[in-house]
T-cell receptor, first 114, second 113 residues
Framework: GDSVTQMEGPVTLSEEAFLTINCTYT??????LFWYVQYPGEGLQLLLK?????DKGSNKGFEATYRKETTSFHLEKGSVQVSDSAVYFC?????????????FGQGTRLTINP | NAGVTQTPKFQVLKTGQSMTLQCAQD?????MSWYRQDPGMGLRLIHY???????DQGEVPNGYNVSRSTTEDFPLRLLSAAPSQTSVYFC????????????FGPGTRLTVT
């Protein structure tokens, strides 16, 4: 079945550092790709999405480009802040029994130190 | 507009006890689902519902029951809790089966001893 593999965590960076969290996927079709973020004590929130190859999703300074040739959707941010500390999940959409469901990676915990 | 609410926030059960995790939404979404989150495993789909009166199994349904009598509510029942069900449970909704964006509740942390 379809699957998502994320960079192992945890990741610790200093404020204003450049962030990359790697995500690769395997899928039989042409899924849409997502990054979700989970702040401490909260549920997941959609951060950004891309629905077809070469699309770039962006939000709150984060970006990710759907690369079909490398089956990747890496998350990047040029200058991280303490408030970006959270767990980040890469996910793809999968047609499951006639409905779209999400397949999640294992999550990457990010800590930003001031 | 409360979005997706879940109760309780925390629960401790003994092996063999039963309980119901509540999920309610006020967005008039057709699709509702339950996930469990375990360390290093991401989120896994337990059960889902594409509308009132319709439910189906996800990837890990064993040990859980659901029903959907109204659009707003989607309770998850553990009939006989086991330590393997210790996890964080999230309810999520979306407009319909084919929408992409899901809205998650704050979660219920369940410990089974």
């Amino acid at each position: 079945g379809d699957s998502v593999t994320q960079m192992e965590g945890p990741v610790t960076l200093s404020e204003e550092a450049f962030l990359t969290i790697n995500c690769t996927y395997t899928a039989t079709g042409y899924p849409s790709l997502f990054w979700y973020v989970q702040y401490p004590g909260e549920g997941l929130q959609l951060l950004l999405k891309a629905t077809k190859a070469d699309d770039k999703g962006s939000n709150k300074g984060f970006e990710a480009t759907y690369r079909k040739e490398t089956t990747s959707f890496h998350l990047e941010k040029g200058s991280v802040q303490v408030s970006d500390s959270a767990v980040y999940f890469c996910a793809l959409s999968d047609d499951y029994q006639g409905a779209q469901k999400l397949v999640f990676g294992q999550g990457t915990r990010l800590t930003i130190n001031p | 507009n409360a979005g997706v609410t879940q109760t309780p926030k925390f629960q401790v059960l003994k092996t063999g006890q039963s309980m119901t995790l509540q999920c309610a939404q006020d967005m008039n979404h057709e699709y509702m689902s339950w996930y469990r989150q375990d360390p290093g495993m991401g989120l896994r789909l337990i059960h889902y519902s594409v509308g009132a009166g319709i439910t189906d199994q996800g990837e890990v349904p064993n040990g859980y029951n659901v029903s959907r009598s109204t659009t707003e509510d989607f309770p998850l029942r553990l009939l006989s809790a086991a330590p393997s069900q210790t996890s964080v449970y999230f309810c999520a909704t979306k407009q319909d089966s084919f929408s992409y964006e899901q809205y998650f509740g704050p979660g219920t942390r369940l410990t089974v001893t």
